[in-house]
């Protein structure tokens, strides 16, 4: 069974701060997909990053940025220089490689001025 | 290229009642996926469609609900006799097939509220 973990249940910030949101995955396949999605008040998500069980390389994107360390199964995701149009909850997900998406309970961003 | 749309936005039924949604996907996007959230919890699967074939449903899809895509494009989602339980978010995503692990892209989706 696959199953995704995140631990924060919510973080808040003072603008221009950096916020790192943790997610610990679990599951069987060795390939396998990892995402980020970003769920404003208006409730849509948001695509933010996604990365493959093979590519351990972590980058940088602008102002986010991520680590994934697969010896630890964690995915975790930086914000760096937050601004209030950052608050939102953020969800990290995991797929095998058909697809479906398994979300974990998601993390709650208050960046305040 | 628009994106994945939802009709309608808000849907506010009586217990019993008969509900439909509409979910148009990404055009050329051959995978379409239905997920449900609750207040405060992550989006969860409920059923996947690869073109018009529905390939698999989750154990949360009761009989009561059921899912088409009849032609590949569209999908509709019916809810029969709702229950209060029912009250959510329907979201909808769409993915194409060019690779494995592909970006699902959700719709803004329909909130549901059953009274």
């Known amino acids: 069974a696959q199953k995704v973990t995140q631990a924060q249940t919510e973080i808040s910030v003072v603008e221009k701060e950096d916020v790192t949101l943790d997610c610990v995955y679990e599951?069987?396949?060795?390939?396998?997909?990892l995402f980020w999605y970003k769920q404003p008040p208006s409730g849509e998500l948001v695509f933010l990053i996604r990365r493959n069980s093979f590519d351990e390389q972590n980058e940088i994107s602008g102002r986010y940025s991520w680590n994934f360390q697969k010896s630890t199964s964690s995915f975790n995701f930086t914000i760096t220089a937050s601004q209030v149009v950052d608050s939102a909850v953020y969800f990290c997900a995991l797929s095998p490689s058909w697809g479906k998406l398994q979300f974990g309970a998601g993390t709650q961003v208050v960046v305040t001025p | 290229d628009t994106g994945v749309s939802q009709n309608p936005r808000h849907k506010i039924t009586k217990r019993g009642q008969n509900v439909t949604f509409r979910c148009d996907p990404i055009?050329?996007?051959?995978?379409l996926y239905w997920y449900r959230q609750t207040l405060g919890q992550g989006p969860e699967f409920l059923t996947y469609?690869?073109?018009?074939?529905?390939?698999?449903k989750s154990r949360l899809l009761s009989d009561r609900f059921s899912a088409e895509r009849p032609k590949g494009s569209f999908s509709t989602l019916e809810i029969q006799r709702t229950e209060q339980g029912d009250s959510a978010m329907y979201l909808c995503?769409?993915?194409?097939?060019?690779?494995?692990?592909?970006?699902?892209?959700f719709g803004p989706g329909t909130r549901l509220l059953v009274l």
């Open positions: 995503a769409s993915s194409g097939q060019q690779a494995l692990g592909e970006t699902q892209y």
């Open positions: 469609f690869q073109n018009e074939a529905q390939l698999e």
């Open positions: 055009s050329e996007h051959n995978r």
């Open positions: 599951t069987r396949d060795t390939t396998y997909y």
